[in-house]
């Protein structure tokens, strides 16, 4: 099993960016794909988008499609959310998380995903 902690979080204003880092301990990070999740008060924790174990494919919500962009490094047991043209709809605590199979196809579910991060509040103030 893997470690994550989350990091970046902040407040931002709307239209501005943010970068968040989500460093994993093991040493078997690149055996898994990973996911950035998010969840605001009172809503369900939805999928933000997810990148292969790779890096060769990546997996987005249509709600950040074009605005947010998931990247990994595996020399350095990490993966990153980019998010660009920040809406008030972003606010929500985002969570890193690992997929659960080695085999992962793309599943924006979160119990498809096995290992999860403490998470980092991001609010996008008007």
């Known amino acids: 099993q893997v470690q994550l902690v989350e990091s970046g979080g902040g407040l931002v204003q709307v239209g501005g960016s943010l970068r968040l880092s989500c460093a994993a301990s093991?040493?078997?990070?690149?055996?898994?794909?990973m996911g950035w999740f998010r969840q605001a008060p009172g809503k369900e924790r939805e999928f933000v988008a997810a990148?292969?174990?790779?890096?060769?494919?990546?997996y987005y919500a249509d709600s950040v499609k074009g605005r947010f962009t998931i990247s990994r490094d595996n020399a350095k047991n990490a993966v990153y959310l980019q998010g660009n043209g920040l809406k008030p709809e972003d606010t929500a605590e985002y969570y890193c998380?690992?997929?659960?199979?080695?085999?992962?196809?793309?599943?924006?579910?979160?119990?498809?995903?096995?290992?999860w991060g403490q998470g980092t509040q991001v609010t996008v103030s008007s």
């Open positions: 998380a690992a997929s659960k199979s080695p085999l992962y196809s793309g599943s924006r579910y979160p119990a498809d995903f096995g290992s």
């Open positions: 093991g040493r078997t990070f690149s055996s898994y794909a």
């Open positions: 990148i292969s174990r790779s890096g060769g494919r990546t």
